[in-house]
């Protein structure tokens, strides 16, 4: 049987004629990423021949200059013949392709991450009392209260949202939290309580990639006083999206 032996850790396995790199790898004890499965979409899995040949299938990841350097897809490469491999560390391979969109972090045509803004908020606010003859509904004293701290033109108010305000409302002298989801200039109220609520809700950073999907949540960040003094809306740090918790 064919001898694969793989670099920098030396360790070598004989596997039978047709097996993958990545099959191989493993039967040596070693690891070789595979995000996209072993269907050679990803580019994750490349090593380098550095002595014998393996029965390499084309991908569109692996152009004629990695080609000819002596890459290869791990997962879409079989042995043949007593072949050494080198596993690249992950920082080196990293470093083999250098995507630059022109634009430097440091400098003013980068558009700074506190710049992006979550998909929720969590504001608290003070709504004022009923004031006689002024023929305004709790409803209305709320969102004439809640709309300039939003900047928004319009606000939505779900049926449910509408049901809870007056005992909210009452619950706190007029002070209540409202988580509210925030759609381009217009926003839709989520929830009301009573009082100041907690500080901030979860925020969820998703990392989209080619072949996997990537989330993680942590609790939000507190921005300070809202533009008007009259409340204070907690945001997500920029990074991430926030929803209520």
Request: aromatic residues 2%; proline residues 8%; hydrophobic residues 40%.
């Given at each position: ?15 039978p ?12 004890g ?33 152009t ?37 969109d ?97 500080a901030g ?10 072949t ?11 921005a ?22």
């Amino acid at each position: 049987m064919p001898r694969v032996t793989f670099l920098p850790s030396g360790l070598f396995v004989d596997v039978p004629g047709g097996t993958s790199l990545s099959d191989a790898a493993l039967a040596a004890g070693l690891s070789i990423g595979l995000p996209c499965g072993g269907k050679g979409t990803c580019g994750k899995c490349l090593v380098k021949i550095a002595e014998g040949t393996a029965d390499a299938k084309p991908s569109l990841k692996v152009t004629g200059e990695v080609l000819a350097a002596g890459f290869v897809h791990a997962c879409l490469s079989s042995v043949k013949e007593d072949v050494t491999v080198v596993i690249p560390e992950p920082d080196a391979l990293a470093r083999g392709v250098h995507l630059d969109d022109g634009i430097d972090p440091t400098e003013g045509g980068a558009r700074a991450v506190a710049d992006l803004s979550p998909l929720t908020r969590r504001v608290r606010l003070a709504v004022p009392r009923p004031a006689a003859m002024d023929g305004l509904s709790d409803l209305d004293r709320l969102d004439r209260a809640l709309r300039p701290l939003l900047k928004a033109r319009r606000v939505q108010y779900p049926l449910p949202f509408i049901r809870d305000l007056p005992r909210e409302l009452r619950a706190a002298g007029g002070e209540v939290t409202v988580d509210v989801a925030m759609e381009s200039a217009h926003a839709r109220a989520v929830r009301v309580r009573g009082g100041r609520g907690a500080a901030g809700g979860l925020g969820a950073a998703v990392d989209l990639g080619t072949t996997t999907i990537s989330v993680s949540s942590s609790p939000s960040r507190t921005a300070g006083p809202s533009p008007r003094g009259t409340g204070t809306t907690t945001r997500s740090s920029a990074a991430w999206t926030s929803f209520p918790g």
